[in-house]
């Protein structure tokens, strides 16, 4: 992984009316940090410009701070433990927090198993990673496609790669799954099944499209293979047009890292690919095991078939 070389200028806040541009934000009294694991005296989050990624937050020491997408931000929670988090070292802090270009209202604490209490951005636990051997190094980026650097408001740096064209979807054979809907790169399209189709409605927000990126209509829809009078839209929450097809808003998924892949399908008993007629895919679901902890250097690339009731 090549490392990305940190700007030195700080960006200004962005924030609602004047105030000073180092806030300090005091989590609740917490328990002390258990035996054996390392917290810095005091915490800054600063945000910083990196050449090909953009923003993304460093700590007091110049270091770039992680999220991880197995974690969850609704409610904040993380699954990165023993092993993972020697390789992933926590961002932990039982004083103030204090911030510059950062908005303050976003940074929290969670706490872990072992009583710490980790840092959050918008609700996601953020983390060093042990290959990053000095200041301005970010080597970290997009290992195992579920750690990426993050951004001032707690997204994943580098995440959405500018399009590279219209937006297409193509009926295509997928080897060894069979028909499905693709986009002009090559990567399968999917329905949700707590979404709804007549009247079109999507219900998949927030942290959950980050997860599963929908397919925004950019006006110019081409078809390749599929009736286009099955083709539509339908206004979202945030008030972009998202692409249906059949009626069912149509998603990516962020574990598909190459084209034609269908890790996706089958997640939590509500994502499904979708296939030419605009239903989901009758393929065969491959069964998913949890993990007991995510590994250090291997995680996982999809995520274990369970639903915790978010239905993502």
């Known amino acids: 992984m090549a490392a990305a070389a940190i700007g030195l200028v700080t960006l200004s806040a962005c924030t609602c009316g004047p105030q000073s541009p180092t806030d300090t934000y005091a989590p609740p009294p917490t328990k002390v940090a258990a035996a054996g694991v390392q917290q810095a005296a005091d915490v800054t989050l600063s945000a910083v410009e990196v050449d090909g990624l953009g923003q993304i937050l460093t700590d007091q020491d110049g270091y770039p701070l ?7 931000a609704e409610p904040p929670r993380s699954n990165c433990d023993t092993a993972c988090a020697a390789k992933w070292p ?7 927090i204090e911030v510059s270009g950062v908005d303050r209202s976003l940074i929290g604490t969670v706490t872990r198993d072992d009583g710490t209490n980790q840092v959050t951005v918008n609700g996601w636990p953020v983390y060093k990673f ?7 190094e970010v080597n970290g980026q997009g290992v195992n496609g579920t750690w990426f650097a993050v951004t001032p408001d707690g997204g994943k740096a580098g995440a959405q790669p500018e399009q590279s064209g219209p937006v297409q979807v193509v009926a295509a ?3 060894g799954f069979g028909p499905a809907l693709t986009d002009q790169d090559g990567q399968t399209l999917y329905l949700f ?10 219900v998949c927000n927030g942290a959950c499209a980050e997860k599963w990126p929908p397919v925004i209509d950019d006006g110019n829809v081409q078809v390749t293979g599929l009736d286009k009078a099955i083709i539509g839209s339908v206004t979202r929450d945030d008030g972009t047009e998202q692409v249906t097809v059949g009626g069912w808003p149509v998603y990516r998924y962020e574990g598909d890292t190459d084209a034609g892949q269908t890790n996706g399908h089958g997640v939590a008993g509500t994502w499904f690919v979708i296939e030419p007629a605009g239903c989901k895919s009758a393929a065969p679901v491959q069964p998913r095991e949890a993990p ?3 590994p250090a250097d291997t995680a996982p690339d ?5 639903d915790t009731g978010t239905g993502y």
Request: glycine share 2%; aromatic share 4%.
């Open 66 to 72: 992680y999220r991880f997408t197995m974690d969850s």
């Open 90 to 96: 926590p961002l932990t802090s039982e004083v103030d």
């Open 130 to 136: 042990a290959d990053d051997a000095a200041p301005g």
């Open 173 to 175: 054979e997928l080897p």
């Open 193 to 202: 099944t707590k979404d709804s189709k007549a009247p079109s409605k999507s």
């Open 292 to 294: 007991a902890e995510a």
């Open 302 to 306: 999809t995520e274990p078939d369970t």
